[in-house]
């Protein structure tokens, strides 16, 4: 029922910064929580970060104090705002939302965008 669409992913160095975008489209009624997720090569899909819409945050040990996911000033946006990133960090980061539409619930996902760190 929802359509996302990531973007701002690229390379850099190590210590850089990266901020991903996903914005979300669709008939809906609410929109109850967002996700960041990546997935690298070999490794399983994980959790980086959620934010549900009270503005409630969390994240995976392996980002904290280093990305903050919000939500932007544009209905249905979120970024994650990537600092201090390490190689550890290269995957490919998918989006995330669930809500609810008149009659069902959701759980839509992005296409994905690669996040490379070079050491």
């Known amino acids: 029922q929802v359509k996302l669409v990531e973007s701002g992913g690229g390379l850099v160095q190590a210590g850089g910064s990266l901020r991903l975008s996903c914005a979300a489209s669709?008939?809906?009624?609410?929109?109850?929580?967002m996700g960041w997720f990546r997935q690298a090569p070999g490794k399983q899909r994980e959790l980086v970060a959620t934010?549900?819409?009270?503005?409630?945050?969390n994240y995976a040990d392996s980002v904290k104090g280093r990305f903050t996911m919000s939500r932007g000033n544009a209905k249905n946006t979120v970024y994650l705002q990537m600092n201090s990133l390490k190689p550890d960090d290269t995957a490919v980061y998918y989006c995330n939302a669930r809500g609810s539409t008149w009659t069902t619930v959701f759980d839509s996902w992005g296409q994905g965008t690669q996040v490379s760190v070079s050491p």
């Open positions: 669709g008939t809906f009624l609410s929109m109850n929580a």
């Open positions: 934010i549900t819409s009270g503005g409630t945050t």
